[in-house]
């Protein structure tokens, strides 16, 4: 109970704060904001998103940014783009439980939901300093543990394949229109910021029956699942906060932002908390061991097609998700992984485990089908705009 109290107060200081600085941070109905040449369509409940002053919105430069995501020029063999581990009908994950790079380098972690990432304080499963959307991409673009898209090294000539395609003059032009050369790694990015930072889900049968008084947009199975999320009996929402079911959010207004990362009890390699050496969580950029195995906490929106869980994959359902938490964390008894995850001396307190029937296991899964947004995963102005281009990459 401590800890809902310490939660809730945060929130409302940081509410105070923005009103305070005569911000309006959250909308009670759907509204239509337009930013510079940007028309912002936001769900109801759903705050404007921060946006950085370096970068302002522009449809050009979101229009860019699209045909960037889907452009396997990107990639040191011209094999992969973003969209590659970041598909529309996957909520923007790729169904793996390990992302695999251009090279085919198999990666510790899996591919992160790009669902409302305008709102995420950070970026990555474990880096507390990946805060900024415009500086992601040269992670994934010119990283070599592990490589991604295997640029390192080809900085000048990712600009020069995109001055060779006919389709982009008119697209960096609009973008960019007062620069001689607008084909710039930093206009790049800039421009695929601008495309993710649209990629807001927010249309899901939970939304129309929470917001909208759409009585029967879920099942009153659903209904019973989202007594249980919200309830003393599961907790879930202790981790899964807020508008976006996830950690902490950031949006404009905001005076101050936390980040939050947790260890979940996921495994106990050694009875001290040890995780596996390629993915020990935020103490590989700290250096502090209190932070071994602590991640991100994602948003559950759109949950039901981003599978498999956890941040490497390691867990395939919903059902096995929850077995995971009912316990307090996982056993695995046998092979190089073994141990009592919830048994650890790091995992968070708020997994303490929890009984659930049957019966309100599926109540639960129901809630959580309920946060699926089909027209986000199908939306045309987020979809793949070279298939009908006179060259595709």
Known sequence: MKIRVIIFLATWVVAAFALASGANIFHTEAVRVETASYEWILPKGFPMPRVPKENPMTTAKVELGRYLFYDVRLSVN?????????????????????AVGATRQLHPRSSMSLTNVAYAPTLAWANPSMTLLERQPLVPLFGEHPIEMGMAGKEKELPARLKAEPTYRKLFNAAYPNEDDPYTLGNITKAIASFVRTLISGDSPYDRYKYRGEANAISTA?????????????????????????????????????????????????????????????????????????????????????????????????????????????????GRLSGNGHLSPLKSNLVRGFEITAQEKLDLIAFLKSLTDEKFLSDPKFSNPWKNARERP
């Not at 602590?294 to 949950?303: A, E, G, Q, S, V």
Request: hydrophobic residues 30%; charged residues 20%; negative net charge.
């Open 78 to 98: 011209q094999t992969t783009s973003c969209a590659t581990c970041h598909r529309q009908e996957l909520a923007f994950t790729d169904g793996r439980a390990q």
């Open 222 to 334: 659903a209904k019973h699942g989202e007594e249980l999320f919200f309830g003393e009996q599961l907790e879930c929402f202790d981790c899964h906060t807020g508008f976006n079911f996830s950690g902490p959010t950031d949006a404009a207004g905001m005076a101050f932002v936390e980040n939050s990362f947790q260890n979940n009890g996921l495994y106990n390699l050694d009875g001290k908390g040890a995780y596996p050496a390629d993915n020990v969580g935020t103490l590989e950029i700290t250096g502090d061991p209190n932070d071994m195995g602590k991640f991100k906490i994602p948003t559950l929106r759109n949950i039901a097609v981003t599978s498999p869980y956890m941040h490497d994959g390691s867990i395939r359902t919903l059902e096995e998700v929850i077995d995971h938490y009912s316990a307090g964390g996982r056993m695995i008894k046998v």
